[in-house]
């Protein structure tokens, strides 16, 4: 096979592929009542909005004109701070771990992606997974050019093996909405698959921390008990419907309409690279890298933490 | 945007010119410069490729540029080829047994529009701040260098009298 390369930043040549976004599972058994058939219907809606995966849809020139925006969002308002970019490996495929906060607007990313463009350039191929109710959202289908794409293992291995950096959170919803007093915490909820991703495609993993995300507003509950009587993980994979004090509406439930966050301080650290078969044999034990990789990543956020005098002023 | 700043180094222009011609040299004097490497096997000369980054607030902002004026002891100059676009340039010219040494950044976003006119401004204070100690660190070292080639000569000619 042919490649293509990118300022020696890997192919694009196996991302000329459209995949489709993962189908979501069917909509619970039609109950018949008047509130399942609403539900259906708007999952109906929801899943015909997620768009087909097709990495070609990232659009470099049109990242390398919106760096001046956000940089300005991340230098002048979140005061972004992001170290060691050095560590992330020059070209080839990698999958970078992170922590997630901020509720819905994810400061964190704003500030990484940001990072990441300007110093590898925007030639590098590099995608970021995301919920799909996020590239489903009216409004945010510009995502789709900074190289976002529906969080599936299918778009994830083919972002990989097109050589891109591919930026997971495995925490997802259930991280992002956790309360402010949690902020200093890395909850995965358990979820391991970022770990057989990165075996199955042999590329090292990153684990990249960010602390200040969580201090954007005042996050109270995941709310899992509420999105489970609605059914919400059924339609939409969402596990949590959270609760927060934010601005401009006082009390937030759900947060569907994103918010005003608060200028909070966000610093970003990139950690060496994992190479699991080197560092945990042939065969690695998953939850043994799991823990190893949770870990890491805590003891880095406790240290980034430990740097902070004041919640938002940083 | 364009910035520019300047300084007279008390050290004919070849000194200077030794320091500005020599990547390797660049982390040592340059301020706010993260990354100064060699691409390709030409470390030197016209068409000499490196890749620079620069701390501007929250993100270190450069990319690969090409050397594309290379005249000994007078003009360095460089044009972006990925990255941000930017053309840059050392001015070296000797006044009474000193040289006036310029520094020139220009730099921006094609296509950016009204946010990158804002973003450029608010960038600039930092990019002077930085051209302006790198100036200062330049003469520092090329000075400290100049005193030092004296001292040798000095000793060198002491040693031949004896």
């Known amino acids: 096979m042919t490649t293509a390369t990118t300022n020696g930043h890997g192919s694009h040549q196996t991302a000329r592929e459209r995949l489709r976004a993962p189908a979501e599972d069917e909509a619970g058994e039609r109950s018949g009542s008047m509130l399942g058939s609403v539900l259906g219907a708007v999952k109906g809606l929801v899943t015909s909005r997620i768009p087909p995966a097709d ?6 020139d049109y990242i390398r004109e919106s760096l001046p925006r956000l940089w300005l969002l991340s230098s002048l308002y979140f005061r972004g701070d992001v170290r060691g970019l050095g560590n992330v490996p020059e070209d080839g495929g990698v999958l970078l771990v992170g922590n997630h906060s901020g509720g819905n607007l994810t400061p964190d990313t704003i500030v990484f992606t940001l990072a990441f463009s300007t110093y590898f350039g925007v030639e590098r191929a590099f995608h970021q997974l995301a919920h799909n109710l996020v590239l489903s959202f009216p409004g945010l289908s510009y995502l789709r050019k900074y190289g976002t794409v529906a969080a599936s293992p299918e778009n994830a291995r083919t972002a990989l093996e097109a050589g891109a950096a591919v930026l997971v959170y495995p925490g997802g919803d259930y991280e992002v909405h956790r309360p402010s007093w949690h902020r200093h915490r890395v909850d995965f909820g358990g979820r391991k698959g970022f770990i057989r991703l990165a075996l199955d495609q042999d590329v090292p993993i990153v684990p990249v921390v960010a602390v200040g995300g969580q ?22 994979r969402l596990k949590v419907l959270p609760v927060s004090l ?24 990139a950690l060496p690279p994992i190479h699991l078969r080197e560092e945990f044999g042939p065969d690695p034990d998953v939850d043994e890298v799991y823990d190893h990789v949770v870990r890491l990543m805590q003891d880095t956020l406790d240290a980034l933490a430990a740097e902070r005098w004041l919640p938002v002023l940083g | 945007m364009r910035v520019a700043e300047s300084i007279t180094i008390t050290a004919p222009p070849a000194l200077v010119w030794d320091a500005v011609a020599e990547p390797s040299r660049y982390l040592h004097f340059m301020s706010g410069v993260t990354r100064w490497s060699v691409e390709g096997t030409q470390d030197t000369g016209l068409g000499a490729r490196y890749r620079m980054l620069l701390r501007v ?20 100059a460089w044009n972006s080829v990925t990255g941000i676009d930017q053309r840059g340039r050392w001015r070296i010219r000797e006044r009474g047994g000193a040289s006036r040494v310029e520094l020139r950044l220009q730099y921006g976003v094609a296509g950016s529009g009204l946010w990158g006119w804002i973003a450029e401004g608010l960038a600039a204070r930092t990019v002077r701040g930085h051209l302006r100690r790198s100036l200062q660190q330049l003469k520092r070292q090329v000075e400290h260098e100049q005193l030092r080639v004296q001292a040798a000569a000095r000793r060198s000619a002491r040693t031949a009298a004896q």
Do not use: C, Y
């Open chain 1, 215 to 236: 201090e954007t507003a005042l996050f109270l509950s995941r709310g899992e008990s509420l999105a489970q009587v609605l059914g919400l993980d059924r339609l939409f």
């Open chain 2, 57 to 76: 607030g929250s993100a270190e902002v450069g990319g690969l540029i090409e050397v594309v004026e290379f005249t000994p002891e007078r003009d360095l």
């Open chain 1, 55 to 60: 990495l070609d849809e990232r659009d470099p």
């Open chain 1, 246 to 269: 934010a601005l401009p509406w006082g009390l937030n439930v759900g947060d569907m309409l994103g918010h005003i966050p608060l200028p909070a301080k966000i610093t970003v650290e």
